[in-house]
Nanobody, 127 residues
Framework: QVQLVESGGGLVQAGGSLRLSCAASGRTFSNYAMGWFRQAPGKEREFVTA????????YYADSVKGRFTISRDNAKNTVYLQMNSLKPEDTAIYYCTARARELGTTDLRHPRAYDYWGQGTQVTVSS
């Protein structure tokens, strides 16, 4: 079992920045691919970004490319999402996700790729 706890959400003006953190506990963090998804009110959950266990491959949704950066610190069992140039359309609950290495490779952009999810943290961007 892996427990994921997100933090760092909040209210920010358009153009501002936030950094989300996701602390993992329970198993060896470096054996997990990590991802971020978000869900806005009335919309489906959507992929934001993901990083493989080695950090060698990273994926971003087109809507956040160039503005958001995912990183991981395996020594701290934490994955980060640095969000810059925030827009009102970035308003959503942001979820941290994890996929065990023993499950093999897959398309990390799909929510079904992940077997663990955090509770989410609210990000609100005002115009």
């Amino acid at each position: 079992q892996v427990q994921l706890v997100e933090s760092g959400g909040g209210l920010v003006q358009a153009g501002g920045s936030l950094r989300l953190s996701c602390a993992a506990s329970g198993r060896t963090f470096s054996n997990y691919a990590m991802g971020w998804f978000r869900q806005a009110p009335g919309k489906e959950r959507e992929f934001v970004t993901a990083i493989w266990w080695s950090g060698g491959m990273i994926y971003y949704a087109d809507s956040v490319k160039g503005r958001f950066t995912i990183s991981r610190d395996n020594a701290k069992n934490t994955v980060y999402l640095q969000m810059n140039s925030l827009k009102p359309e970035d308003t959503a609950i942001y979820y941290c996700t994890a996929r065990a290495r023993e499950l093999g490779t897959t398309d990390l952009r799909h929510p079904r790729a992940y077997d663990y999810w955090g509770q989410g943290t609210q990000v609100t961007v005002s115009s």
